[in-house]
């Protein structure tokens, strides 16, 4: 069986080894696993020491030691899988094995990859080495353990086709099939370690079935009938005696499993060769298969043998008499009415069933109907009643006001007697198709002929608008307030980079949105270059903004749905908006928000063209949003507005609108890549999110908002050269940034709240770096000691400890490549640190670079071979940026490849960035390295500010 072992392995060798990076992941992968179980190891030895009572009463077993099996596995991901079974099973955590499988699915390829089958292939070979090295009375820790890591991996099953990894272990049965290699031959004796390796393995094998994990029980009918059921050699007593010692294995393991299929032939392991795997042996006088009566005879065979002293070995005895009771006890609870569980209804299995062992029956689904008659439910049905979680992955749970007013809306349009699609939220009316006009529709803006544009004047508008505000439009560093504070002058300058919108231009816009969605079935809009804009903000920009698709895209959930509801209202009431005057502050910031959307729409069709018909017209709704901005900051800010409601009255929900619109001004700076205000926005948000983060509930969409608008603020921080040196201060260093877990950072940026949290304070020790250096002065004691400690928990961070609660475990695509965006910006953070604070050597800095460089080319990869590019997301650039402007000359070449990929995706910030990267490159092949970052030279001279994002 070890000769089969090393043949395969030998086979796979060459196919592995020429499959670097995989390796070089997977090696990664499995030691931060491999790590936080060898913790929670150390932990649990720790607690037993401390303990002596307990320690008494439950003695610490052995260590396993892998290590002779390691010496024969040479090859990845062999070794990165003996490390995380050798952890677990050394583990007295009872979550080890949960651990370890999450360690192991980690590990394996894509589903879709060609590297998947060699992969398990490797991972089958391993566990059954490891079973064949484990006692075969060990439980937990032991070859229970082996057996518990299987069945966590089944919980980790994604996909919803007919072949699940890891629901149904895939190819296991296959492998057990081509491995089972029996080494009891009648022309040769078994040598010792052979035989107690076959009892090992046979032991893995019948607690598999047992725990219904496998379904290969026509190996321990093998055994059963080589030992029971043949007569005995006097010349080949060790033969004879494995033979008994494995087959008692079988049933003191998968006992109750054997005498159900024996009971009961409807419940047979399938398939069965019914020639060879159930076939008798010559003393068993019956029909083949499995049955009572040949159940009997196992067992009276196993008892002639624990009582024959002359023929058997002690240990032969004992290993009867154990099976004799083990068929003795399935026997009686085969003869018991089965225990009777209430199943606890969880999905997708019940929790009560697995904890007790059994096999779940299911559950149905009871539907009641409660007629006129009844006022309420009866109490029965109430205690079954199952709570569902509010909202819609499309439409976020707002406030039951809100729901009303989206249904009033859409009853009081159903009573006109207008023909048209409406909408109002989620909800919403529309006519058959068949009852409209038709017409073809394009869906972007260059394919409309100029003559048929429905609004000409806008171009017209927008053109004198970028001579006659070219200075206006631009706002000095030194206007820029420090908070947007309610008397404060300032801020309401922030915004008036253009006249003031009239309201016959917004009401003309408005009006000729009725539906912007062509899913509803509007047809004839009055304008169809705005209805086109905003479709393609919502199925284009929107998630091309960011780096996976999530149903809780900001950009679409939030932005989008508040802009559509101020254009259908306005679209349903003309009066309504003919009127916009600074009191109305929810009308003004959703209307502001509708221009910053047309805005980022129209830069994202304009691309790299600056001068051409979508520029202008994105000019045009960017000096249109900031008006009507104004209008909102206005009211929202005086001490008292004309409805009489006082500034402390105000809702949450004004400044949640007013922080969108600011918000989304920064988007589209990014998608113009001029840069010339996102900061402005992004300081002026700064009390905005004071006054809302002391009053937000969590997980809503203003908590979302906020931790935008923080983690914003931080990019924006860690490449501004602008920044003041800053003295030491513990508050500052400390003070909490993101509100909850942060988990939304993790589909809106690729990165988890704990590596923003290291980026704001990396930035924060750099400044205090730079004032220290600045002023000749010792560094205090209490930085030093900060800077050592935020080094080691960058450098020991891993993913193993985010649990990206925002992906579901089945998206495998998703869910690789948010880890692989993850541990890009990881590695990128200990460049920065690196760059910014403490020095590393080259060779460091290099392989840091190397490995930013492998992780977002692999991204890029990926989505080309599983076709998730079919919808484009583009991938954050802060780790590339950091990262490629650290290369040495050798390595350009592969950031210059993915830089053009990245222009791909039309974000005009982009070109910016890497145009700052080119100049760096020459920057560093022509001076001398003064102890600053080349980029932040760069920066300096140029007088610009860049937000890589």
């Not at 290590?67 to 955590?93: G, Q, W």
């Not at 919980?155 to 990894?165: M, V, Y």
């Not at 502050?585 to 502001?592: C, E, G, M, R, V």
């Not at 600053?932 to 300096?940: C, D, F, I, K, T």
């Amino acid at each position: 069986m070890e000769n089969n072992h090393k043949t395969g392995e030998e086979g796979l060798e060459e196919d592995v080894a020429s499959r670097p990076k995989i390796e070089l992941e997977s090696s990664s992968r499995s030691a931060d696993v491999a790590s936080q179980l060898n913790k929670t190891v150390q932990s649990s030895l720790e607690e037993e020491e401390s303990n002596p009572v307990k320690s008494e009463k439950h003695a610490p077993q052995s260590k396993f030691d892998l290590r002779e099996i390691k010496a024969t596995s040479l090859i990845e991901p062999a070794i990165s899988i003996l490390n995380i079974i050798e952890t677990a099973l050394n583990s007295a955590s009872p979550g080890s094995a949960s651990i370890a499988a999450q360690g192991l699915d980690l590990l394996c390829p894509p589903t879709k990859s060609r590297d998947i089958g060699d992969y398990i292939w490797i991972l089958w070979t391993m566990f059954l080495d490891v079973a064949q090295a484990l006692p075969h009375d060990s439980d937990k820790p032991g070859q229970g353990a082996l057996v518990a890591i299987l069945f966590e991996l089944q919980q980790c099953a994604k996909g919803d086709s007919e072949w699940r990894l890891w629901k149904d272990l895939p190819l296991l049965s296959n492998f057990m099939d081509e491995t089972w290699t029996d080494p009891v031959r009648k022309d040769e004796i078994i040598d010792a370690q052979s035989a107690r390796m076959w009892r090992n393995q046979n032991a893995f094998a019948a607690r598999c079935v047992g725990a219904g994990v496998g379904e290969w029980a026509h190996f321990g009918i093998w055994q059963l009938r080589a030992a029971l059921e043949e007569s005995r050699e006097a010349d080949q007593a060790e033969n004879q005696e494995c033979l008994i010692l494995v087959a008692s294995e079988w049933v003191i393991h998968s006992g109750p499993r054997l005498l159900q299929w024996a009971q009961d032939e409807d419940k047979e392991p399938e398939p069965f060769d019914w020639g060879t795997d159930v076939a008798t042996g010559t003393l068993f006088q019956g029909n083949p298969g499995l049955s009572h009566r040949r159940w009997k005879f196992w067992k009276d065979r196993f008892n002639e043998v624990s009582k024959d002293t002359a023929l058997w070995s002690e240990g032969a005895i004992a290993a009867a008499r154990e099976a004799v009771g083990s068929m003795a006890e399935a026997e009686t609870r085969q003869g018991k009415e089965p225990a009777k569980v209430k199943c606890d209804a969880s999905r997708p299995k019940c929790h009560r069933c697995i904890k007790a062992n059994i096999e779940c029956q299911g559950y149905n689904v009871p539907l009641y109907w409660i007629t006129d008659e009844e006022s309420h439910a009866p109490s029965a049905i109430k205690r079954q009643a199952m709570k569902l979680p509010l909202g819609v992955p499309h439409w976020r749970a707002g406030q039951i006001n809100d729901v009303d007013e989206h249904l009033q809306d859409v009853d009081g349009y159903k009573a006109t007697e207008a023909r048209e699609a409406y909408a109002s939220g989620p909800f919403g009316v529309f006519t058959s198709r068949s009852q409209l006009p038709t017409k073809p529709s394009t869906s972007l803006i260059d394919t409309l002929p100029v003559e048929d544009t429905p609004m000409p004047e806008i171009f017209e508008e927008a053109l004198d608008e970028r001579e006659a505000n070219t200075e206006t439009a631009s706002i000095e560093e030194d206007d820029v307030i420090e908070d947007v504070h309610p008397h404060s002058e300032n801020a309401l300058s922030l915004y008036t980079a253009g006249p003031a919108a009239e309201s016959q231009d917004i009401l003309h816009i408005c009006h000729s949105l009725i539906n912007p969605f062509p899913m509803l079935g509007r047809e004839d809009s009055k304008d169809i270059l705005v209805q086109q804009l905003m479709h393609n903000y919502v199925h284009n920009v929107a998630t091309v903004l960011q780096p996976v698709v999530h149903s809780g895209n900001a950009y679409s959930s939030i932005y989008a749905t508040q802009a559509m509801a101020v254009a259908l209202k306005s679209s349903k009431n003309e009066n309504e908006i003919q009127h916009l005057g600074p009191s109305n502050i929810a009308l003004n910031s959703k209307t502001a928000l509708l221009y910053a959307l047309l805005t980022s729409s129209a830069f994202f069709l304009r691309g790299s063209d600056r001068f051409g018909e979508a520029d202008a017209l994105a000019t045009s709704f960017r000096l249109k949003a900031q008006a009507h901005l104004q209008l909102a900051l206005k009211s929202l800010f005086d001490p008292k507005t004309s409805s009489g409601q006082s500034s402390s009255e105000k809702s949450l929900s004004d400044y949640e609108g007013v922080l969108s619109v600011m918000l989304t001004l920064v988007t589209a700076d990014v998608l113009d890549g001029q840069m010339n205000e996102f900061w402005i926005h992004l300081d002026a948000t700064k009390g905005l999110v004071r006054n809302l983060r002391q009053h937000v509930l969590p997980g809503s969409q203003a908590e979302h908002l906020i931790n935008i608008s923080y983690f914003l603020r931080t990019l924006s921080d860690s490449l501004d050269v602008s920044n003041e040196p800053l003295p030491w201060s513990r508050d500052i260093y400390n003070a909490p940034l993101f509100l909850g877990d942060g988990s939304t950072l993790e589909f809106t940026y690729g990165v988890t709240a704990k590596l923003a949290g290291f980026i704001r304070q990396t930035c924060i020790l750099a400044r205090n770096t730079a004032y220290y250096r600045s002023n000749d002065t010792d560094l205090p004691d209490e930085f030093l000691a900060a800077r050592e400690q935020l080094l080691a928990r960058i450098s020991e961070w891993h993913i193993s400890q985010e649990p990206l609660v925002s992906f579901s475990k089945s998206d495998d695509i998703t869910l690789l490549l948010i880890s692989k965006h993850i541990l890009a910006f990881a590695t990128s953070i200990r460049i920065y640190y690196h760059t910014r604070v403490l020095p590393c050597d080259q060779d460091t800095l290099q392989f840091l670079v190397r490995s930013v460089a492998s992780q977002l080319t692999e991204i890029e990869d990926i989505k080309k071979r599983t076709g998730y590019n079919v919808i484009p997301t583009a991938t954050i650039s802060w780790p590339g940026f950091i990262a490629s402007c650290q290369a040495s000359a050798s390595d350009r070449p592969v950031w210059a490849k993915w830089w053009n990929q990245m222009l791909e995706y039309r974000i005009g910030n982009i070109s910016n960035l890497w145009t700052v990267v080119q100049e760096t490159w020459a920057l560093q092949d022509s001076e001398l390295d003064d102890g600053e970052p080349y980029w932040a030279v760069v920066l300096r001279r140029r007088g610009t500010r860049i937000l890589a994002i």
